[in-house]
């Protein structure tokens, strides 16, 4: 069964510094990723995907997040918080087993400081 | 409108009442799925359906019943609720293949008392 993992329960930057937020994921096969992304009050919105190919893929609002398979992972990186950015993230993994069950993880939540 | 519709976004239930929580989408998708978000434990999976005629139990079910009234409808029932319901409840699509992620509601916040 897959599952994911991100170590970080909150992590706090200053606005302009650049962010990398952690996760793990375990799976068989080639596993479906996902980076989602929770504001206060608001449900998850997809960042950002990878199924196969380029292993550094971009996302929405500036994000991009790098697939090693050597490591199970799949960080998201941002060069530069904004204040806006402060929200909970989501790292997901998907299977194609049971019919395509989507996994997530607990989430890290950022905090900005100016 | 938004793609995917909850309501209520708020309720307020006794222990021991029967609630629903309605989900309409307008995405077009054969795929509905019912999380419960806790904090420190993220999205966990209650119900899933595939099309109207397949509905899936996930891995936190019991105390939990849906129904697929439709393509575009699906609600999350809780027969008899219990304080260790209270949480914050997604709805979610996706198409067929789920490549594109999943589209998610703003969430129903249900306080069991």
């Known amino acids: 069964a897959q599952s994911v993992t991100q170590p970080d329960i909150h992590i706090t930057v200053s606005e302009g510094a650049s962010l990398e937020l952690r996760c793990n994921y375990s799976y068989g096969a080639t596993p479906y990723l996902f980076w989602y992304v929770q504001s206060p009050g608001q449900g998850l919105q997809l960042l950002l995907k990878?199924?196969?190919?380029?292993?550094l893929v971009q996302g929405i609002k500036g994000f991009e997040a790098e697939f090693k398979r050597s490591q199970s992972s799949f960080n998201l990186r941002k060069p530069s918080v904004h204040w806006s950015d402060a929200a909970e993230y989501f790292c997901?993994?998907?299977?194609?087993?049971?019919?395509?069950?989507?996994?997530f993880g607990a989430g890290t939540r950022l905090f900005v400081k100016a | 409108d938004a793609d995917v519709t909850q309501t209520p976004r708020n309720r307020i239930t006794k222990t021991g009442k029967r609630i629903m929580l309605e989900c309409s989408q307008t995405k077009g998708h054969d795929r509905m799925y019912w999380y419960r978000q806790d904090p420190g434990l993220g999205l966990r999976l209650i119900y899933y359906s595939f099309d109207v005629k397949d509905i899936n139990k996930g891995e936190i079910s019991d105390g939990y019943s849906v129904s697929r009234q439709a393509q575009a409808k699906f609600s999350l029932s809780l027969e008899s609720a219990i304080p260790n319901q209270t949480a914050l409840y997604f709805c979610?699509?996706?198409?067929?293949?789920?490549?594109?992620?999943?589209?998610f509601g703003s969430g129903t916040r249900l306080t069991v008392v």
């Open positions: 979610a699509t996706s198409d067929s293949t789920a490549n594109y992620g999943y589209t």
């Open positions: 997901a993994v998907g299977a194609l087993s049971g019919g395509f069950k989507t996994i």
């Open positions: 990878y199924f196969s190919g380029d292993t």
